[in-house]
């Protein structure tokens, strides 16, 4: 049986190295998450000719809150996707 002695100056090379490693890995996720989080913070640009939110959902808003309006039963004919499935009569 052959019994193996480390030498005390390579075990401290090997926990040195190892220890190195693992700060220099908690850094990068850390400059990473730094990163990450001013990335976070800035305000998203607006590109000309974007669509912006609130006006499309204040049209959303007031094109289905029209007072007179009918309920249908094909939303995709309302909005001329689909054709209608019973047309209506031509006056005379």
Not at 28 to 46: D, K, Y
Request: glycine share 6%.
């Amino acid at each position: 049986m052959k019994i193996v002695v480390r030498d005390s100056i390579q075990t401290m090379q090997r926990v040195k190295v190892g220890v190195i490693g693992l700060a220099s890995v908690l850094l990068l996720i850390g400059l990473a998450a730094t990163i990450f989080s001013i990335v976070s913070r800035e305000q998203p640009g607006v590109a000309a000719g974007a669509p912006k939110a609130d006006v499309a959902a204040n049209l959303t808003v007031s094109n289905s809150a029209a007072p007179n309006a009918a309920p249908t039963t094909e939303p995709l004919a309302e909005i001329g996707v689909a054709p209608a499935a019973s047309p209506t009569p031509a006056k005379p």
